[in-house]
T-cell receptor, first 113, second 116 residues
Framework: DSGVTQTPKHLITATGQRVTLRCSPR?????VYWYQQSLDQGLQFLIQ???????AKGNILERFSAQQFPDLHSELNLSSLELGDSALYFC????????????FGEGSWLTVV | AQSVAQPEDQVKVAEGNPLTVKCTYS??????LFWYVQYPNRGLQFLLK??????LVKGSYGFEAEFNKSQTSFHLKKPSALVSDSALYFC??????????????FGRGTQLTVWP
């Protein structure tokens, strides 16, 4: 168990809908990362937050947004969903020290039908 | 730009034989290097990392990796493979310094199959 908790584990929704994925980082970790894993794109970095502030942005679509709350949990919002958004979405967290390890949650499986 | 290459999509070895999963990287400045493993329908599990110091790093489940700066490689090894090692392995790199500090760049992954 990495200590990173993601909900829901599985989600099936229709095209055009909006979903929210939730992540609780490891206790004490200030950084939260979101990654998308799909067969054709591999592991794609979406976005990183550090202590509530956006730190880095990757290949995140404009239809997607994220935030990190004061209690350090994070949410990834996916809207106007398309079939191609079907993927495994990972949340990860790390502490602030140099050389720290990034620990991943079990992921949220999103299927868009 | 930072990047990671895992030249083999698949590696197959017999149980008891040594295994190697290859990884090369490109990063400006000093790298932090990581290996993760993903079992079917599971998340990414951290195996080991190289930050500084000894080029041979030991990690979980008997795995080790050797950092070679001149060849920009960080190959994952295990002296004696187990069937239970069969999984998808990812190499990742992070810049030690810079605006993208903290973000991992991943390779495409190598599917390891160990047969009995």
């Amino acid at each position: 168990d990495s200590g990173v908790t993601q909900t829901p584990k599985h989600l099936i929704t229709a095209t055009g809908q909006r979903v929210t994925l939730r992540c609780s980082p490891r206790s004490g970790d200030l950084s939260v990362y979101w990654y998308q894993q799909s067969l054709d794109q591999g592991l794609q970095f979406l976005i990183q937050y550090y202590n509530g502030e956006e730190r880095a942005k990757g290949n995140i679509l404009e239809r997607f947004s994220a935030q990190q709350f004061p209690d350090l949990h994070s949410e990834l919002n996916l809207s106007s969903l398309e079939l191609g958004d079907s993927a495994l979405y990972f949340c990860a967290s790390s502490g602030g020290e140099e050389g720290n390890t990034i620990y991943f949650g079990e992921g949220s499986w999103l299927t868009v039908v | 730009a930072q990047s990671v290459a895992q030249p083999e999509d698949q590696v197959k070895v017999a149980e008891g034989n040594p295994l190697t999963v290859k990884c090369t990287y490109s990063v400006s400045g000093n790298p932090y290097l990581f290996w993760y493993v993903q079992y079917p329908n599971r998340g990414l599990q951290f195996l080991l990392k190289y930050i500084t110091g000894d080029n041979l790093v030991k990690g979980s489940y008997g795995f080790e990796a050797e950092f070679n700066k001149s060849q920009t490689s960080f190959h994952l090894k295990k002296p004696s493979a187990l069937v239970s090692d069969s999984a998808l392995y990812f190499c990742a790199v992070r810049r030690a310094r810079g605006s993208t500090l903290g973000r991992l760049y991943f390779g495409r992954g190598t599917q390891l199959t160990v047969w009995p």
